[in-house]
């Protein structure tokens, strides 16, 4: 029995093992190309380790001309925080309202919140476009940043799923004494909700850092590209310097990853509510 | 004021954020989506009515929509099934290992994290058809070279490889989280029945997780039929080649809608991929939902 056991277990993790190969190289790959010549990237048998190895790609990449880093960085940063800034906020406060009020037409207006879960995007494009576009703010961030300022769906989901858990005796207290719904959603709520809000904050973060379609759509003047966009345009300039595209690849996904070692807890947990409680 | 009014008027000043953008956000978009889609409109003029033309010129004249329309349908209809099955293996794996468990699920879950664009392009290089790593790969097991997403047969394939290695991952954390889930004293009451681990599995571990399944696949099929920034960065060809693949074998609907709303200023024809495939996806949606009644098993409901 225990010998069978101790089988089943070495090949599961000869399975897992190999599997997880498969999804690793490719990663291994992005990084190793990166720091390549340029004769050593497209070759059979395949270089697992240039020699020598070129660190001075990085050089290359990021202060080229056309792959503005800093500049690129900055406008991904803009976008990133103050996105993340609207979502956090105001899904806290209808989520608040969702969980702790009680009011006219809260669970219709629950379900609708939910069906628009299954709403697919391609619907509402072309229209909120052209609203952006009538109101003059094709071509800034605006109508990427606006609408997380008004909450999400899923964000609202979530975090009125954490707020549920908090013991009704907890802000019943507060009440007597006294405090209104604001201070007592600051004051008691938040706090006790905190790892809801990191989620939400990290998957928003990450939403707006690896958005391609929305600065796509919106932003047309380079100076204002971010990140994802410029690696595209960079990408097109030097089709065939794969070494150097790598380069630049690595350096806006490195942040993400390091980000998920950081905060690995919350980012498993995020993922599995979002499934499990659904 | 009654103090129930005073209290709907303080909660509808905290859902006010979500109220207006229900309206102008989701409900406007929706129904002006509609409207535009009967209409020839260029941004630069006012729309124009012009009934269901549209419509027919889609289904009947464009011949591109029709490619797309297939491109689609193959990557969804390969590529979902097959992250649902590897996801619900890997996450079955992962819950009968005893160690390392963690080092494999970061393993799995990171290309998740990747940015769509660098995903494409990474991919562009390992499958490049001279000599990218898989083509390496190919030729060291004595296997013939592939052309991948130059070749019209590889390179759909080639982007559900791509889908393969980005989605597995977070249906994967979802799949494991359920199986956590699942009662340790269903399972011992299911030893001391005689039932052995495969039955344990398939009878009762497996229609507990129905409900995951159910809600993953949802979301992955209708993620999936809007597929965009893969292939658009990986068909974006440098020397400004218009088809999208070899005779245009990666053009998805998006991608499609995309060129005609934006490259080519038809936001009424746009409008109208939008509705069709919004369409389309709703009838899915409800065909997987009314299904759902015969294999999702509900915790209290007896199993069928």
């Known amino acids: 029995m225990k010998v069978h056991k101790m089988l089943g277990q070495g090949i599961i993790h000869a399975l897992l093992f190999a599997v997880s190969l498969l999804f690793l190289i490719p990663l291994w790959w992005l990084f190793i190309t990166s720091i390549k010549p340029i004769d050593q990237i497209l070759t059979i048998p395949p270089i697992w380790w240039p020699q020598p190895p070129h660190w001075e790609n990085y050089v290359a990449a990021l202060t080229s001309p056309a792959f503005p880093f800093w500049r690129l960085m900055g406008n991904t940063l803009f976008y990133c925080i103050s996105s993340t800034i609207g979502a956090v906020v105001s899904s806290a406060v209808v989520a608040y309202a969702f969980a702790r009020m009680r009011f006219t037409g809260r669970d219709l207006l629950f379900g609708i919140t939910l069906a628009t879960l299954l709403l697919p995007g391609v619907v509402t494009l072309i229209p909120t476009y052209v609203l952006f576009q009538r109101m003059g703010l094709v071509g800034t961030y605006a109508p990427l940043i606006i609408p997380y300022f008004f909450a999400s769906a899923f964000n609202i989901f979530l975090l009125r799923q954490f707020m549920l858990t908090i013991p009704v005796e907890l802000s019943d207290a507060a009440y007597v004494d006294g405090a209104g719904d604001f201070l007592i959603l600051w004051r008691i709520i938040l706090p006790l909700v905190k790892p809801a809000l990191i989620v939400v904050a990290i998957f928003n973060f990450i939403y707006a850092w690896n958005d391609f379609l929305g600065p796509l759509l919106y932003l047309d003047d380079s100076s204002r590209y971010p990140l994802s966009i410029g690696l595209y345009a960079f990408r097109t300039r030097f089709a065939l310097q794969w070494n150097l595209i790598t380069a630049a690849s690595l350096a806006i996904t490195v942040p993400l990853i390091a980000a998920f070692f950081a905060l690995q807890r919350y980012f498993i947990e995020g993922v599995t509510l979002t499934g499990v409680k659904g | ?304």
């Not at chain 2, 746009?270 to 709703?282: G, K, P, R």
């Open chain 2, 1 to 304: 004021m009654s103090r129930k009014t005073r209290d709907n008027l303080r909660a509808y000043l905290f859902v006010s954020p979500w109220l207006i953008s229900l309206l102008v956000f989701t409900a406007y978009p929706m129904l002006a989506s509609f409207y535009f889609s009967m209409t020839r409109y260029t941004v630069v003029r006012p729309p124009v009515w012009i009934g269901l033309e549209n419509f027919q010129v889609m289904f009947t004249k464009d011949d591109l929509f029709w490619v797309a329309v297939w491109n689609t349908f193959y990557y969804t209809f390969i590529s979902v099934p097959l992250q649902m099955l590897v996801a619900l293996i890997l996450a079955t794996l992962l819950n009968q290992s005893t160690r390392g468990i963690g080092l494999y699920r970061t393993a799995f879950y990171l290309p998740a994290l990747v940015p769509a664009v660098v995903t494409a392009l990474l991919w562009m290089l390992i499958l490049d058809p001279r000599a990218g790593l898989a083509n390496a790969a190919l030729d060291a097991m004595g296997l013939p070279k592939l052309g991948w997403m130059h070749s019209v047969v590889w390179s759909k394939p080639s982007l559900i490889i791509i889908s393969l290695w980005v989605g597995v991952g977070q249906p994967m954390l979802i799949f494991l989280a359920g199986l956590k889930n699942v009662p340790k004293s269903l399972l011992e009451a299911a030893i001391i029945d005689g039932a052995n681990s495969w039955q344990r599995y398939w009878r009762v571990v497996i229609p507990l997780l129905t409900p995951t399944i159910f809600f993953n696949l949802l979301i992955t099929l209708i993620a999936s039929f809007q597929v965009f920034t893969t292939a658009f960065v990986a068909t974006a060809s440098a020397s400004g080649a218009t088809a999208a693949g070899p005779l245009n074998s990666m053009l998805v609907y998006m991608v499609h809608l995309y060129r005609q709303g934006f490259r080519y200023s038809s936001m009424g024809y746009a409008s109208a991929m939008a509705v069709v495939l919004f369409l389309v996806l709703v009838a899915l949606t409800l065909i997987v939902v009314r299904s759902s009644r015969e294999w999702v098993h509900y915790e209290g409901a007896p199993p069928r």
